[in-house]
């Protein structure tokens, strides 16, 4: 016949079929249970033959890491070690927690069935949202690994699996959770960063963290924080796709810009009466503005008192929530997805009358201080006086007591203190010499300016330290004279000082994280 394509089958497959229909008209009942245990078995060899193809794309990670020295900062503080999993997010490249690489001094990585430790370097870190890529050289490290196709967000109550190398053994581990939360939260890595988390019921143990966690084989999320307290066992949170990808979209330029954020307050506009005062119709939508920032991308383009009807064309919700792909999330939300130079339009309700405004994500708002560091210490060593700014680490290792210190700490941005300085620069501690044997009063002192000049930041402040000036006055916030310094008696106890206490430099003013 013209058109038609003409086969024959083996003699044998002829027999098993005629055999195979011959029975099963005879014996149906049986053969539809045996059947059904034939079914069973492929789809439990298909399942390991899928977790076999999954473990040739994840690696356990060692970290010889060294913590930064804030209280001296010239020398280098304590090696520690630790571990997490990584899986191949693209040829040639992993994926895994910033905080399983953090610190960093040697990496090496460890592949199932393969005794070798390969060298492992960061490409790109993240520690807002505690993601990192890793590079590793060595193209053998690569055969029979591919990346693992990335998933969307799973649906509560459905089943994922974690895969991971946590502590307790050396081989690969599996446990199956099941979704119950999706929701913001803070991410503990940075301590004040906030996104998208999805909540498990299974535990995220130390080592599972930068593993994998899948659905219908695909990566649905990355393990990164357990639960801490006694108030709930075996809870842990995955980092989502729609954070996996955006950390993968930044990095597509060559470098991390950093999350991007409205930096705004609102307040919730259901209870009528408030909604009637503003002249809004019963429809539950809107929000009103309670706080712009000067230094908040939205300074000039929304004031306090507008009301927030829409976003990018999305109504916003009484509550303050938008229906975004399907989901109804926080406003905070629709900016996550955006990135450094792209646009958000609101449609607002300014004084009764209807208008749109666009807002432009520029750099990250000032509250970074307040946030984990994992950068070297930044200073300037001058006649023996440690001058250091303001941030996280540096008050959990000095534990200030003057309360102007705390205050600037605690109080930088909400109340705008930004303005005057682009961060605090503190006098943390004194090497004692003859040179500086009465300026113990002026330690935890904050920085105001230098012969005049107002000191914004610790650049500025080592650049008038090397001014050829016969004096240097030194004023502080709130005290009220200055420290005096005779510019030859600094010069002669300079190598006095670097010796008898070994420093080996004498100032640090790059910030490596921004």
């Known amino acids: 016949m013209r058109g038609c394509v003409h086969f024959e089958l083996p003699r044998c497959w002829i027999g098993l079929i005629t055999v195979?229909?011959?029975?099963?008209?005879m014996h149906r009942p049986r053969l539809m249970k045996?059947?059904?245990?034939?079914?069973?078995?492929?789809?439990?060899?298909?399942?390991?033959?899928?977790?076999?193809?999954?473990?040739?794309?994840?690696?356990?990670?060692?970290?010889?890491?060294?913590?930064?020295?804030?209280?001296?900062?010239?020398?280098?503080?304590?090696?520690?070690?630790?571990?997490g999993t990584g899986w191949v997010v693209e040829n040639g490249r992993l994926m895994t927690n910033a905080h399983v690489v953090s610190n960093a001094r040697l990496l090496t990585v460890e592949k199932e069935g393969d005794p070798k430790k390969y060298v492992a370097t960061v490409e790109h870190i993240a520690h807002d949202c505690d993601l990192a890529i890793l590079k590793v050289e060595d193209k053998d490290f690569w055969k029979d690994s591919k990346p693992l196709p990335i998933g969307g967000v799973p649906e509560i109550e459905t089943t994922v699996s974690v895969y991971g190398y946590?502590?307790?053994?050396?081989?690969?581990?599996?446990?199956?959770?099941?979704?119950?939360?999706?929701?913001?939260?803070?991410?503990?890595?940075?301590?004040?960063?906030?996104?998208?988390?999805?909540?498990?019921?299974?535990a995220i143990n130390p080592g599972n963290s930068g593993g994998p966690v899948l659905q219908d084989g695909k990566v649905v999320g990355v393990a990164f924080q357990g639960f801490s307290g006694d108030v709930a066992q075996n809870v842990g949170y995955m980092i989502p796709t729609p954070v996996v990808k955006h950390f993968l979209k930044d990095v597509e330029d060559g470098k991390y810009d950093r999350y991007v954020d409205l930096s705004i307050s609102t307040f919730p506009l259901q209870n009528?009466?408030?909604?009637?005062a503003l002249g809004l119709p019963d429809d539950d939508r809107g929000v009103v503005v309670t706080e712009v920032g000067s230094a908040s991308v939205c300074y000039e383009h929304l004031k306090v008192g507008d009301v927030l009807l829409k976003i990018d064309g999305m109504d916003i919700a009484s509550d303050g929530l938008v229906e975004l792909e399907g989901e109804r999330v926080i406003l905070a939300e629709v900016a996550e997805r955006k990135f450094k130079g792209d646009v958000v339009t609101f449609d607002i309700l300014r004084d009764g009358k209807p208008m749109q405004s666009k807002v432009e994500f520029h750099g990250p708002f000032p509250y970074t201080h307040q946030a984990n560091s994992y950068a070297p210490a930044r200073y300037v060593v001058h006649a023996g006086l440690l001058f250091q700014p303001l941030n996280r680490n540096l008050f959990a290792t000095?534990?200030?007591?003057?309360?102007?210190?705390?205050?600037?700490?605690?109080r930088f941005v909400d109340?705008?203190?930004?303005?005057?300085?682009?961060?605090?620069?503190?006098?943390?501690?004194?090497?004692?010499?003859?040179?500086?044997t009465y300026l113990d009063e002026f330690r935890e002192g904050i920085v105001k300016s230098v012969n005049g000049k107002p000191i914004r930041n610790i650049k500025e402040l080592a650049a008038a330290f090397e001014e050829k000036t016969e004096q240097l006055l030194v004023e502080f916030e709130g005290i009220g004279r200055p420290l005096v310094l005779n510019t030859a008696e600094v010069e002669a106890a300079r190598d006095r000082i670097r010796k008898r206490y070994n420093v080996q430099r004498e100032s640090f003013l790059e910030d490596e994280a921004k």
């Open 398 to 410: 000095f534990q200030f007591q003057n309360p102007r210190v705390q205050y600037y700490y605690a």
């Open 34 to 83: 045996l059947s059904r245990l034939i079914i069973a078995a492929l789809t439990v060899a298909s399942a390991f033959a899928q977790q076999a193809e999954i473990r040739k794309s994840l690696a356990r990670i060692n970290n010889t890491a060294q913590e930064y020295n804030f209280r001296v900062p010239w020398l280098p503080g304590g090696v520690g070690g630790g571990s």
């Open 415 to 436: 109340d705008e203190l930004y303005k005057d300085r682009d961060e605090t620069i503190v006098l943390t501690s004194l090497l004692p010499d003859p040179i500086n």
């Open 20 to 25: 195979y229909f011959h029975i099963m008209s």
């Open 272 to 276: 009528p009466a408030h909604r009637k």
């Open 166 to 202: 946590p502590i307790g053994g050396d081989r690969l581990s599996v446990t199956r959770g099941v979704v119950s939360r999706i929701d913001f939260r803070t991410y503990s890595h940075s301590v004040m960063d906030s996104h998208l988390s999805i909540q498990i019921d299974a």
